[in-house]
């Protein structure tokens, strides 16, 4: 898996990566309106059982997404994607607050644009 797209969390003791995809970006814009409005739902939820609820979705979300690009590269033995009660009950809520910052790493690194500029000599200042 490519580290520059990736975060990697513990759940249970084992290792998931965290990883935006099209289809996760596709699923987030469907819930939420976009990636720009996740940080926003995710701070105003109405309350502690929403916000969890949806801290759920997404890790369970992104870390199905590494999981779904092994099945498609090793169709004779796919693994299980992981379930939102299964994070649910492997985890703590301290767990879900330290893995914040693994989510955000994910988001930003699968969002992340490389942008090369040209050498143009139509914008060059004369000297």
């Known amino acids: 898996m490519d580290n520059e797209r990736t975060a990697s969390i513990s759940i249970g003791g084992d290792e998931y990566v965290l990883l935006l995809t099209t289809k996760a970006t596709k699923e987030i814009a469907g819930r939420y309106g976009g990636l720009e409005n996740l940080g926003d ?14 801290i759920v979705w997404l890790i369970t979300l992104l870390a199905n997404q590494s999981t779904l690009v092994y099945n498609i590269k090793h169709k004779d033995a796919p693994k299980e994607l992981l379930t939102e009660d299964e994070v649910e009950i492997l985890t703590s809520p301290i767990d879900l ?28 200042v004369a000297p």
């Open 41 to 54: 739902k995710l701070m105003k939820s109405e309350n502690v059982e929403m916000a969890l609820s949806e």
């Open 97 to 124: 607050a330290e893995y914040k910052e693994a989510i955000m790493n994910a988001l930003y690194k699968g969002a992340k644009r490389n942008v090369l500029s040209e050498e143009s000599q139509k914008n060059a």
